[in-house]
C-alpha cells in the first residue's frame, strides 16, 4: 500500500476552483465611465439581439470599461425551468461561438468577467464551464460567481463587488432587498448585482468612524441591478406573472479628481 504524505494529500484535496478574487482598474484620467453587461440569454427565443448590438456596438465606439455579469447564454437542457430547451434558437455551442466573436471587438474593455447560473446548467450536465472557456479565449479575468474590483481613477480610489446573484424576488424592492444583503458581510462603495433583469440603483449613506481623522463620518454605498436584454411579451417572466423589466443596462460615473459615483439607468 502506497504511504501518502501530507504534501501529497493537500495536493490531492486542493481545490479545484480557477478563478480571480479581485481585479485593478488603474487610469490615469478624470473620469471612468462603466458598463456592467449581462443577463443577455442569448439563445433565448425573447433575447433582444438588435439591443444586445447596439450595446456591444456603443461600449466599442465609447471606449467605456466592462464587466460581463454572467448569464449571457441561454445554454438550456433538458432539466431547465420552463420549455426554453425546444424553445432556444441555437444550440449551446452556437450560442457560445456567437458571443464570443461578438465581444471579441471589445474585450480591451472588459475588466473581469463573471459566470451565471444559466453557464452553471453546463457545467453541472458536463463538468465544462463556458464561462471560464469564454474568458480564456477573450483574454479576460475569470471572476467566478463574485469577485472584487478595485479602481483608481486619477487620484480616487473605489472598490467594487460584482456579482451575479441570485434571487427568486419578484419585486423591485424584494431584488434589491437581496442585492443589499450582500452589504451585510461584504465592504464596497459600490455593489453591482446581476439575475434579477432589473434595472434600478439605489444608494445608501452609513455612518462610520474614521481612524486616521479620530471623528464620525459618514459614506455612501451605491447598488445596481444592472439589468438584462429579454423581452417580456412570451417570457417566461410573463408566463409567471412577474413584473415586466427594461431592457438595457447601466451606465456607471466614477470621478478622478473628486470622490463621486453617478449611476445612469
Not at 26 to 35: M, N, T, Y
Not at 111 to 138: C, F, M, Q
Not at 178 to 198: C, I, N, P, S
Amino acid at each position: 500500500m502506497t504511504e501518502l504524505n501530507d504534501i501529497t494529500l493537500l495536493e490531492q484535496f486542493k481545490g479545484k476552483v480557477k478563478q480571480v478574487k479581485s481585479v485593478r482598474c488603474e487610469v490615469d484620467a478624470k473620469k471612468l465611465w462603466l458598463v456592467p453587461l449581462g443577463d443577455v440569454h442569448l439563445g433565448s427565443p425573447t433575447c433582444d439581439v438588435q439591443k444586445f448590438l447596439e450595446t456591444v456596438k456603443f461600449i466599442k465606439e465609447s471606449g467605456y470599461k466592462v464587466v460581463l455579469m454572467g448569464d449571457l447564454l441561454e445554454s438550456a437542457n433538458k432539466s431547465s425551468v420552463g420549455s426554453g430547451w425546444v424553445e432556444q434558437t441555437q444550440s449551446p455551442q452556437e450560442q457560445l461561438d456567437a458571443i464570443a466573436d461578438l465581444l471579441h471587438p471589445i474585450r480591451e474593455q472588459v475588466i473581469v468577467l463573471l459566470t451565471g447560473n444559466h453557464e452553471l446548467r453546463v457545467w453541472k450536465d458536463t463538468g465544462i464551464d463556458p464561462s471560464s472557456v469564454l474568458a480564456r479565449y477573450l483574454g479576460v479575468p475569470y471572476g467566478g460567481y463574485a469577485t472584487f474590483i478595485y479602481f483608481r481613477v486619477g487620484n480616487q480610489n473605489y472598490v467594487c463587488h460584482a456579482q451575479h446573484g441570485s434571487t427568486n424576488g419578484m419585486y423591485t424592492h424584494t431584488k434589491l432587498q437581496a442585492a443589499k444583503r450582500t452589504a451585510t458581510h461584504t465592504e464596497a462603495d459600490l455593489y453591482l448585482y446581476g439575475h434579477t433583469h432589473a434595472l434600478v440603483a439605489d444608494s445608501e449613506e452609513k455612518r462610520y468612524y474614521d481612524k486616521k481623522s479620530k471623528s464620525v463620518k459618514i459614506k455612501k454605498q451605491y447598488t445596481v441591478l444592472t439589468g438584462g436584454f429579454l423581452s417580456y411579451e412570451g417570457s417566461y417572466a410573463q408566463m409567471k406573472n412577474y413584473n415586466p423589466t427594461r431592457i438595457g443596462v447601466a451606465n456607471i460615473y466614477l470621478g478622478g479628481e473628486h470622490w463621486d459615483i453617478h449611476i445612469s439607468t
